[in-house]
């Protein structure tokens, strides 16, 4: 591998983000990247409008969104930009059946705000799930009708088919033609563990320490100390460690 690698893809919340918040750091990060010719592409549980944000407001060519579901692009030599969805037309109508069949079953639970906003999963806050006390009847829900699930730092997020940031990175670097060897992964959750398994160079923030326990795959290296925390993590791997 070069000292930098082609391809730096990356979580988005609690690893490029600063207690939730974007910080000033991020855009030292985006500079060092493109000092070093390197790509950034943001991997998230976000919906889909936050890929055309990221896309129209800084310097990134690809944003995949919804846990690997939406793969969003700019269009070569435009400002434009084009989403692909990463699963079938049936997928996303089945999971629209069993949302609405969820939502009648557990009227205490609704989806997050940004599900109105979402193509190919759904997502209900933490917060809610921990105030209603529905944890296990849910997710026992979702597995009797062919729904797949994950947690995220806020979220618990849940898909009809095959959706994981490991398969939309897959269809990413065959686009691009770039083998895994020349990539770098960064996260912080157990949603992260596909990628971890798939880009043998991965690397978890300090933070990740809070579900390392619970996790089957480990990125290859764990930053350790507060100081190693979310962005500032990646910022010091980035500027010390490559």
């Not at 599900?115 to 979702?142: M, N």
């Not at 809070?210 to 993590?233: A, F, Q």
Request: aromatic share 10%; hydrophobic share 40%.
């Amino acid at each position: 591998m070069e000292k930098f690698p082609k391809l730096i893809f990356s979580d988005f919340d609690g690893t490029l983000t600063e207690q939730g918040k974007f910080s000033p750091v991020f855009f030292d990060v985006l500079k060092l990247i493109k000092t070093n010719k390197s790509e950034l592409v943001i991997v998230t549980g976000r919906p889909l409008s936050w890929a055309h944000f990221l896309l129209t407001h800084f310097e990134l060519s690809c944003v995949i969104t919804e846990g690997g579901g939406m793969l969003s692009m700019k269009k070569e030599g435009s400002d434009f930009f084009e989403d692909t969805a990463l699963i079938e037309e049936n997928n996303i109508k089945h999971l629209q059946n069993i949302t609405r069949e969820l939502l009648m079953k557990f009227p205490e639970v609704f989806l997050s705000e940004d599900s109105a906003c979402r193509v190919t999963d759904r997502a209900i806050d933490l917060d809610v799930l921990k105030v209603a006390g529905l944890d296990s009847e849910i997710e026992e829900f979702l597995v009797k009708n062919d729904i797949n699930f994950s947690r995220s730092n806020v979220h618990l997020n849940f898909w009809s088919g095959c959706v994981s940031k490991r398969k939309s990175i897959e269809h990413y670097l065959k686009l691009k033609n770039v083998d895994r060897s020349n990539c770098l992964y960064f996260g912080d959750s157990l949603n992260d563990e596909s990628a971890f398994e798939y880009i043998n160079h991965s690397v978890g923030v300090a933070n990740i320490a809070s579900v390392e326990n619970k996790m089957t795959t480990l990125p290859k290296v764990i930053l350790r100390g507060s100081e190693k925390e979310e962005i500032n993590g990646v910022y010091y791997y980035l500027k010390n460690c490559l």
